[in-house]
């Protein structure tokens, strides 16, 4: 069954140019009432995938929202969590998980650690997860040929758990990787490689919507990359000068680095409207809504967005949330900060659930969306 609706332009109270589509008129389409959500991401969307490796398994992690840990790089919820809760569906558990775990409306593939190309054997040995995208795409193939089998056997009795064959294709299917790519090329520090690597990894990712396309889903929620040269662990670094780093004291080097990715898988998405005629393709510009929050940190209640609640980091010393280390002789544990509320940075790397939410709830109604739809309307294909 399709999950996608085409509206005629004519039914639209206002139209300008984004895509030849900038306001809609939401009262013409009715809500999607998404069954499930099929996440494919890194750290940014990991809900337990990677936990045992990437995240303390005591506190401070995850004590905000959960009080426990909760295999995520947060103080509590991401913003998965939050747009799973906009869509009234439960969070997302992991594939990876088997225990106690229910799949019923959809399930996350993302890991911490991932990338979007396939990952060489180094990388591999040096703790970086076998995940990337192409195996979190198996990954899924595997997973609706086994459910849909096993559900159509199971008895009614045993049925609560397994997702419904038939609304695999009513989902709403979303994608949030590349930051770890773009992290590998700012450590090789080799502008040529990394721009040579960009249109790959853009093609890879363009090559997993094929592919859960060709499995039936409609619908799709893609992330672009946030503004890498404003995480806290790419400025605690004393030889930074000056004209190295733009208004918000971010990086330009990095944010360099994420939008010509950005750019570029802008571009394919709009390829990809017309390659796969009957999928709703939303690009979601992560990069301006973080940057928005950055560079209004103190208005919206935040301390300095460079200050980090929970980890140590100093030029290539880096202690992470939860973590022990000896520096000068002296040990450090890295715990919380008093109140993870008022910071954008957990760990440096991750966001805290308080800029999650933020973030979430600046995405979900279509300010940051091409075409601008909320994501409760994102199933509609816009012509």
Not at 78 to 84: E, S, T, W
Not at 283 to 301: E, F, P, R, S
Request: net charge neutral; with cysteine.
């Amino acid at each position: 069954m399709e999950n996608v609706k085409v509206f005629p332009v004519v039914v639209f109270s206002v139209l300008l140019c984004v895509l030849g589509v900038q306001s809609v008129d939401l009262k013409e389409l009715p809500s999607c009432n998404f069954r499930a959500v099929y996440n494919f991401g890194d750290s940014n969307s990991d809900t337990g995938g990677g936990s045992a490796a990437f995240w303390p398994q005591g506190p401070p992690s995850g004590n905000t929202f959960f009080g426990r840990p909760a295999g995520r790089g947060c103080d509590g919820r991401l913003m998965i969590d939050f747009i799973a809760e906009h869509l009234g569906l439960p969070y997302l558990s992991a594939y990876l998980d088997s225990i106690g775990t229910s799949f019923r409306h959809g399930a996350n593939f993302a890991m911490g650690g991932v990338t979007i190309r396939p990952q060489n054997e180094s990388m591999s040995l040096n703790g970086v997860p076998p995940f990337s995208l192409d195996i979190q795409m198996v990954q899924f193939n595997q997973f609706k040929a086994r459910t849909s089998y096993l559900y159509n056997q199971a008895k009614n009795s045993h049925r609560s758990n397994l997702p419904r064959p038939q609304d695999f294709s009513k989902a709403l299917y979303m994608l949030d990787i590349g930051h770890n790519d773009i992290s590998a090329g700012l450590r090789k520090k080799n502008d040529t490689d990394f721009h040579l690597s960009v249109p790959d990894m853009v093609e890879q990712l363009a090559k997993a919507v094929q592919n859960l396309y060709d499995q039936g889903a409609r619908t799709f929620w893609i992330h672009n990359t946030g503004p890498m040269g404003c995480l806290p662990v790419y400025l605690r670094y004393h030889d930074i000068k000056p004209d190295e780093l733009d208004k918000q004291g971010c990086r330009k080097a990095q944010n360099d680095y994420a939008t010509e990715f950005n750019r570029k898988l802008k571009d394919r998405v709009i390829k990809l409207r017309k390659e796969l005629p009957q999928a709703a393709l939303t690009y979601v510009d992560m990069y301006a809504a973080k940057y928005k929050l950055i560079g209004n940190a103190k208005q919206q209640g935040f301390v300095d967005a460079t200050e980090v609640c929970c980890g140590f980091h100093q030029d290539d010393i880096h202690v992470y949330c939860g973590q022990k280390a000896k520096i000068n002789g002296t040990v450090i544990y890295t715990g919380s900060c008093e109140d993870p509320s008022k910071y954008i940075s957990w760990d440096g790397v991750h966001y805290s659930e308080a800029a999650n939410h933020w973030v979430a709830n600046h995405i979900i109604n279509g300010s940051f969306s091409d075409p601008p739809l909320p994501i409760t309307h994102a199933c509609h294909k816009l012509t």
